[in-house]
């Protein structure tokens, strides 16, 4: 007796399609898959600045903080290694907005939380959704980009625009505005749901590799790395890239608010938010100066300014000057944006569309254990070590993993030529 059960073929949901004759452009489709990035992005970084205002009203410890960073990223980690690659056999649509209901759930965690685990809680969420979101969302925008190079302009630019605006403008709220651990996640939750709307009307961009049954989904959701056919070798060639820029990401995000408070005295909020800002902002603007040079060129380039960044933050941290520290973050985040992108082109044009959502996630794998890792075992070592010691470590090693990425490209591309 045949099993019909494990041979038929799953359909794909319809429930997230809007009529056809309603369907919005490519290029209105394009921008409303790259705004739903940025407010994913933003999302996650909002939290930030309000960790100090959980501190001092729950009265839990630094390495508590580490444990609340730590799990978001696990959370995000364990979705991007299950339901990665699932935007390329059910679609793009049901996977984004699935993630967009898991993500206001998150938010709405985060307004009634009261404590500790109610923290924990919201951060396991909101790292499910944002690890749902990102495959999906990086191949998306390649499947609809206009030209060649927006697709990885928006990827590499969204990450970076999305951190800044969230860390800035919660820090602002923060600061000026009442209830601030109320009004961030209300006024994202409002933002989550207009482009949840939006999506409806976004054509479906996936190939729609077929789901041949429940045994064949269940293997799907089974976690592992997927790396483009034929191109492993660049593939992993960017690798180093990608640590050096996300490990730069977390430095900052995870001891930038530490760094401005113990080490320059500064105990305001939007300072905190500023200097955030002014490191992923400078990798926006970046990215789009250097968006039409050759991509090999952009990560040699690139990974050079975000060492001497680096270099120019610990100089500052050890002399205790503060515009010298938001030079070097400027400095650090023009790297950070100029290797990011080129990394995101050299991939984009390596990846065949029916496994993009596959190796997008593989690389956002990649790119948030180097975002996180350092960032929880920095937090330890702050502890042990103390922060000065430990943010000297952690900026050399970004250093030399951004050092390390150029001379390898630089090689490369003699070779080629030489051939």
């Excluded at 907005?97 to 404590?115: E, M, N, P």
């Excluded at 065949?352 to 948030?368: K, L, W």
Aim: hydrophobic content about 55%; proline content about 6%; charged content about 10%.
């Amino acid at each position: 007796m045949v099993n019909t059960e494990s041979t038929r073929t799953i359909p794909s949901p319809d429930f997230v399609s809007a009529p056809t004759g309603r369907r919005l452009s490519s290029a209105s489709a394009f921008w409303i898959v790259g705004a739903t990035y940025l407010v994913v992005m933003a999302s996650s970084a909002a939290p930030s600045p309000l960790y100090p205002v959980y501190q001092a009203e729950w009265g839990f410890s630094a390495t508590m903080l580490t444990v609340v960073f730590a799990v978001y990223a696990v959370a995000l980690l364990v979705a991007l290694l299950t339901v990665g690659s699932l935007s390329d056999h059910i679609g793009r649509k049901p996977i984004l907005i699935a993630a967009l209901v898991l993500l206001v759930v998150s938010l709405i965690l985060f307004i009634v939380a009261d404590g500790v685990p109610g923290l924990i809680a919201a951060r396991v969420i909101q790292g499910l959704a944002a690890g749902t979101a990102t495959g999906a969302l990086s191949a998306a925008v390649i499947d609809l980009q206009p030209h060649e190079s927006a697709g990885p302009l928006v990827n590499s630019v969204a990450p970076s625009v999305g951190l800044a605006s969230g860390a800035l403008g919660a820090g602002l709220l923060v600061q000026l505005a009442p209830a601030p651990t109320v009004l961030v996640y209300g006024l994202l939750i409002g933002a989550v749901l207009l482009l949840a709307v939006a999506l409806l009307f976004v054509p479906e961009t996936s190939a729609m590799r077929t789901v041949e049954s429940r045994r064949h989904l269940a293997k799907l959701l089974l976690p592992r790395a997927a790396f483009p056919t034929g191109a492993r070798v660049p593939f992993l060639m960017l690798v180093p890239a990608l640590i050096a820029t996300w490990a730069l990401g977390g430095f900052h995000l995870s001891l930038g608010p530490s760094i401005i408070k113990s080490v320059f005295g500064i105990d305001n909020h939007i300072v905190g938010g500023l200097e955030i800002f002014a490191l992923f902002f400078s990798g926006a603007v970046a990215a789009a100066l250097v968006r039409s040079r050759p991509p090999r060129a952009v990560m040699v380039s690139g990974a050079i300014v975000l060492a001497a960044g680096v270099a120019t933050s610990l100089v500052s941290i050890a002399i205790a000057s503060v515009p010298l520290y938001f030079l070097g973050s400027v400095i650090a985040g023009s790297g950070w944006g100029s290797t990011f992108l080129g990394a995101m082109r050299t991939l984009g044009a390596l990846v065949p569309a029916d496994e993009r959502g596959s190796v997008f996630a593989t690389t956002f794998v990649i790119s948030y254990l180097a975002f996180s890792v350092p960032a929880v075992i920095g937090g330890f070592a702050v502890h042990t070590f103390g922060l000065q010691p430990t943010a000297v470590v952690y900026g050399s090693f970004v250093i030399v993993l951004a050092l390390l990425s150029s001379a390898g490209f630089a090689i490369a591309s003699r070779r080629e030529r030489a051939l």
